[in-house]
Nanobody, 122 residues
Framework: EVQLVESGGGLVQSGGSLRLSCAASLYIYSNYYLSWFRQAPRKEREGVAFIDSDGSTSYADSVKGRFTISQDNAKNTLYLQMSSLKPEDTAMYYC????????????????WGQGTQVTVSS
């Protein structure tokens, strides 16, 4: 079964923290690289955080130093720890699976979750 299920979104005040989770099916977790994207209203989907199979990570400049991507191989789960949140971080956050490690391009991803909404109030 091909599945990506995000959770953990919500409403938080500026400066607060949230942790997003993405539970992947075994097939996807074993065969694809997982990343986090986000899309705000009337904006294009943008890559946020990326992780390679060796644990190497990469981040969008806008979240560097505030967000941390990680994965738990025992649980087939991807995480995004978000700290020092800003109103401009408000968006739908998506987990995506693709064949190219650390790719920042949405078109290179094959599978997407349904998304989890993050809203940061000022």
């Amino acid at each position: 079964e091909v599945q990506l299920v995000e959770s953990g979104g919500g409403l938080v005040q500026s400066g607060g923290s949230l942790r997003l989770s993405c539970a992947a099916s075994l097939y996807i977790y074993s065969n694809y690289y997982l990343s986090w994207f986000r899309q705000a209203p009337r904006k294009e989907r943008e890559g946020v955080a990326f992780i390679d199979s060796d644990g190497s990570t990469s981040y969008a400049d806008s979240v560097k130093g505030r967000f941390t991507i990680s994965q738990d191989n025992a649980k087939n789960t991807l995480y995004l720890q978000m700290s020092s949140l800003k109103p401009e971080d408000t968006a739908m956050y998506y987990c995506a699976a693709g064949r190219i490690a650390l790719s920042r391009f949405a078109f290179e991803y094959n599978y997407w979750g349904q998304g989890t909404q993050v809203t940061v109030s000022s």
